[in-house]
């Protein structure tokens, strides 16, 4: 089973960002498996499955997709693994960068106010810190 939590982030070498940074590299590592997974799999269906598919993620029935899923596409864990270990030696050979884009950003966090924008009254200035991702 795939966990992508502190413990993965730390066995990448991630375990000393600043957990505002390590909850965003894990959300943008997630919704990037989510899209190669969907994409690899949709590559594999008919139509008529897209479109049955889509009605339970329309729906965030997440337990009938993945029902779906195992009677449509068995495949589909080997496809997320492979995924997975795919976008893992990816991230493994841009450790660094990463590192220093976090560290660059740290930086600059602390010595720029944050800009939030509001919809109702425009961009707005605020020395907080910025909502989580």
Do not use: C
Request: glycine share 4%; net charge negative.
């Amino acid at each position: 089973m795939i966990k992508l939590d502190n413990a993965f982030l730390v066995d990448l070498g991630f375990g000393e960002l600043p957990a505002s940074h390590r909850k965003a590299l894990l959300q943008i590592i997630y919704e990037e498996l989510e899209m190669r997974v969907g994409l690899r799999i949709a590559r594999g269906m008919t139509k008529a499955q897209l479109v049955r598919f889509r009605t339970f993620v329309k729906a965030k029935d997440h337990a009938a997709a993945l029902a779906w899923l195992n009677a449509e596409q068995p495949n589909y864990r080997d496809i997320v693994a492979a995924e997975f270990d795919l976008l893992r030696t990816e991230i493994n050979a841009h450790r660094e960068d990463i590192q220093i884009l976090s560290s660059a950003y740290a930086e600059i966090a602390i010595e720029l106010p944050t800009r939030v924008r509001s919809f109702d009254k425009g961009p707005k200035v605020s020395d907080e810190e910025p909502p989580p991702v």
